[in-house]
């Protein structure tokens, strides 16, 4: 798939160099087209003179004036139209740039949803069967069970994100805000990813009593959305920490993370839809490229911000900022 984006890619741009490079000619050649036919047309209204004439001079001068009056409406309407060509060619090359990278990111979210729904349909699947023709203790029973809820929760994790992103952008989607207790969500959210995640380090550091006006299904989803990015893009050993805070009427979260960081560059990328950072390793890693398009517009939606750092010496701090008035 991406290989054939840059052989179209390719094409798109040599067709449109030659097109434009025709163009620029064409236009060079009427401009010398018509400028000879002025300047013959000049020595032909001079060749018609008498030079006995009293008036020749000033016959001379006009004739002059006349062939610089149309040489500056040629380079004017040139000019004008080297203009309008660029221009236009800018914005299709642009236009047409951005249809195939999207159409690029759109094939590789359909092969990323793939994955990520056989994955744990397969998990769930594979644990149903050993459990119905396997009779084992009761350790290694729960320890199935539990492996099954995360692959569940996995499951509906993407579908929300998947039916929110389409709710989204197709404006359908009316919030019902309400006054929550942002404290208890965001540590909610973080304990529970503690008990998914035994193996990792999550440190939370979150001061109670703090309320803000929300929907709750998608503060929830921009906690979990965070974390797991988090945790994705940190090695095992690393820790993530979960942090809320109260300054002056706002509500301040951030989660920090040890990875590999992003390129100053690509903070802003990464809240674009589809979009996924960093290089084929990072990219190889679990993930459609809607979390973080959903943060920043679950954020936006609640008239907050949401903004990356650098998390000296790796790593980067994600911040949300909601009102708490």
Not at 143 to 168: D, F, G, K, P, S
Not at 205 to 229: C, K, S
Request: with cysteine.
């Amino acid at each position: 798939m991406i290989g054939n984006a840059k052989r179209r890619l390719q094409v798109v741009t040599v067709v449109y160099w030659v097109l434009l490079v025709y163009m620029i000619v064409a236009l060079v050649w009427w401009f010398v087209a018509l400028q000879n036919q002025n300047s013959l047309m000049a020595s032909m209204r001079l060749v018609e003179l008498k030079k006995d004439d009293v008036h020749y001079l000033d016959k001379v001068m006009l004739i002059e004036a006349a062939k610089n009056r149309k040489i500056a409406q040629y380079i004017g309407e040139g000019t004008t139209f080297l203009a309008l060509i660029l221009v236009g060619a800018v914005f299709v090359f642009r236009a047409t740039r951005r249809q195939i990278r999207l159409s690029n990111q759109q094939n590789n979210f359909m092969m990323a949803v793939t994955h990520e729904l056989k994955t744990p349909i397969a998990v769930t699947q594979l644990n149903l069967e050993t459990l119905q023709k396997r009779k084992l203790d009761e350790v290694k029973q729960q320890r199935l069970i539990t492996n099954t809820l995360q692959e569940a929760n996995r499951l509906n994790t993407l579908c929300n994100n998947i039916l929110l992103a389409a709710q989204l952008d197709a404006a359908a989607h009316k919030p019902a805000k309400q006054e929550i207790n942002w404290s208890d969500m965001v540590a909610g959210c973080a304990e529970n990813f503690i008990i998914r995640y035994p193996q990792r380090v999550i440190e939370i550091l979150i001061d109670e009593g703090i309320y803000v006006l929300g929907e709750e299904l998608q503060l929830q989803m921009l906690v979990n959305n965070l974390i797991e990015n988090a945790l994705k893009y940190s090695p095992a050993e690393a820790k993530v920490s979960v942090i809320l805070h109260e300054l002056k009427g706002k509500a301040i979260m951030s989660v920090t993370d040890e990875g590999t960081g992003i390129k100053d560059e690509e903070k802003k990328q990464v809240f674009d839809k589809f979009y996924r950072s960093g290089d084929e390793s990072t990219r190889n890693t679990k993930g459609t490229g809607l979390g973080l398009y959903l943060c920043k517009k679950i954020v936006a939606g609640h008239k907050g911000r949401i903004s990356i750092t650098d998390n000296k010496p790796n790593g980067s701090i994600f911040t949300v900022t909601l009102s708490t008035q």
